[in-house]
Nanobody, 119 residues
Framework: QVQLVESGGGLVQPGGSLRLSCAAS????????MGWYRQAPGKERELVAH???????SYTDSVKGRFTISRDNAKNTVYLQMNSLKPEDTAVYYC?????????????WGQGTQVTVSS
């Protein structure tokens, strides 16, 4: 079993910054892709950013230049640095990892962390 625990959400004013963290633990043989989705009220879940193992990060257009995804493979942790936040970034943010546990690949999800951008 693999667990993902997120931290770092909260309330921030427009133009502010937040850093989300997501640590994977459990029986982990290897992790391929890691990333972040978000879901705003009344909207579908969208992929914000992802970063494959040893590869290049990708971002949805609305966050390019403002958000930076990174990972620490030794800690099985993915981060999302969010700068110049806008009210439209308000959402629940979910991390995921494509993980091999006991020889089986699955996508695992965090519990979600609320990000609210408001003055």
């Amino acid at each position: 079993q693999v667990q993902l625990v997120e931290s770092g959400g909260g309330l921030v004013q427009p133009g502010g910054s937040l850093r989300l963290s997501c640590a994977a633990s459990g029986i982990i043989f290897s992790i391929n892709d890691m990333g972040w989705y978000r879901q705003a009220p009344g909207k579908e879940r969208e992929l914000v950013a992802h970063i494959p193992s040893g590869g290049y990060a990708s971002y949805t257009d609305s966050v390019k230049g403002r958000f930076t995804i990174s990972r620490d493979n030794a800690k099985n942790t993915v981060y999302l640095q969010m700068n110049s936040l806008k009210p439209e970034d308000t959402a629940v943010y979910y991390c995921y990892s494509r993980t091999n546990s006991r020889g089986v690949w699955n996508d695992y999800w965090g519990q979600g962390t609320q990000v609210t951008v408001s003055s």
